[in-house]
């Protein structure tokens, strides 16, 4: 058996809070990339659909391919090059170019999610002890750091293109040191017909997984990519404030999920998944209706609160289906979650031509109320396949 140390515990981490970061990067120059190519919020919907159009590409084959390399390898090549397209976003030719980066950009993050959620069930399973939402906690984390290290250089005068350079550079190097100390590659990972790595769509307890799944990704993939741009252009904050949305939403669900653990130990997945919907609508519908930056930095930090736990609790029960490789079921409930993750931002873009931003974003209070309605399926139903 592979002995668990404190090493491959922090560097599981380590990698968690840089894609925490690489992502808040990304979604705190969201404004900038919308100004520098002259596009509105469906053009901009559209690049992400992009981005998940590459998502969902590298879900259908993640599975397969960490199987054969293993987590630690598929996790530092694609989490050192998910860093290094950050420096492309702004400098590429022209908004088809950027579409083309978008698609790789999300083709490299889905692969680096599974790698080192694959990671983090694998050692849950070796020590046994809950670890799930301390992991996702340091993504929270690293996402509070990136978007407030990003205002901070964007109040400070740096100029976008040398932010993105400085984050990408830092990034590599922290993903790349963390990769050496991960978990060596299962013994069974590679074996041919000894283990079924194969991706398929979900069915079953995976399927209901994955729709939870996708209902709190879809929200919190819109606050994400649009909550910076909501600030500033709804609001009226400067942009530097803006980006405190993302800051603020990242660090309360850091908080909570940090401490995550632990209610997962005391509560019910049912009894979790339906506070937590109920507290994200309510957040989100105050972060609507006010007009006061900091009231919505309050409503924003509650919204992360209540989505802390809900991927956690989902990814890790999709890890442990009986009969199903923890890559394949965490793949297979990706495939659905980063759907809705990927597509979400898209439709909300589309809605807010239509309407407004405003009104598009009621779509995580409808979200998150469906989420709590739903809560009740996940009675029983984790290790069930």
Not at 63 to 92: D, F, S
Not at 194 to 221: C, K, M, N, Q, W
Request: proline share 4%; glycine share 12%; with cysteine.
């Amino acid at each position: 058996m592979v002995a668990v140390t404190a090493g491959t515990r922090w560097a599981s981490r380590a990698q968690f809070f840089s894609a925490g970061f690489i992502f808040a990067t990304w979604g705190v120059h969201v404004p900038t990339v919308k100004a520098h190519y002259g596009i509105d919020e469906a053009e901009l919907g559209l690049a992400m659909l992009a981005a998940g159009a590459g998502a969902m590409f590298g879900l259908t084959s993640a599975g397969r391919w960490i199987g054969h390399h293993g987590p630690r390898r598929m996790a530092g090549i694609c989490g050192c090059i998910y860093a290094l397209l950050l420096t492309g976003l702004i400098a590429v030719p022209n908004y088809a170019a950027l579409l083309v980066l978008l698609a790789a950009f999300g083709l490299v993050t889905s692969v680096f999610d599974v790698s080192i959620n694959t990671e983090a069930a694998q050692l849950e399973q070796l020590g046994g002890t809950p670890l799930m939402s301390g992991m996702h906690g340091m993504f929270s984390l690293g996402g509070m750091a990136g978007a407030a290290s990003g205002s901070a250089a964007l109040a400070a005068g740096l100029g976008a293109q040398a932010h993105l350079l400085l984050v990408a550079g830092a990034m590599v190097l922290v993903v790349a040191a963390a990769s050496a100390y991960m978990l060596p590659k299962p013994a069974s990972a590679g074996d041919g017909a000894a283990a079924d790595h194969s991706f398929r769509l979900p069915r079953g307890t995976l399927a209901v997984l994955g729709v939870l799944a996708a209902l709190g990704l879809i929200a919190e993939g819109a606050i994400y990519d649009w909550s910076v741009l909501y600030m500033q252009q709804e609001i009226g904050a400067p942009q530097q404030q803006a980006a405190l949305a993302y800051a603020s939403f990242s660090a309360a669900m850091a908080a909570a999920r940090f401490g995550g653990d632990a209610m997962r130990a005391r509560f019910q997945p049912t009894a979790l998944l339906l506070g937590s919907g109920l507290l994200a609508a309510a957040a989100m519908t105050l972060v609507l209706l006010t007009d006061l930056p900091w009231l919505a930095l309050v409503g924003f930090a509650g919204v992360g609160v209540g989505f802390a736990n809900v991927v956690p609790i989902l990814f890790s029960a999709s890890a442990k289906v009986p009969g199903i490789e923890p890559a394949r079921g965490i793949a297979s409930v990706s495939a659905v979650a980063y759907l809705g993750f990927m597509a979400g931002p898209a439709v909300i873009g589309l809605l807010a031509r239509a309407t407004s931003l405003t009104a598009a974003l009621y779509v995580v209070v409808v979200f998150a109320i469906a989420l709590a309605a739903s809560a009740r399926y996940t009675a029983g139903d984790e290790n069930r396949p």
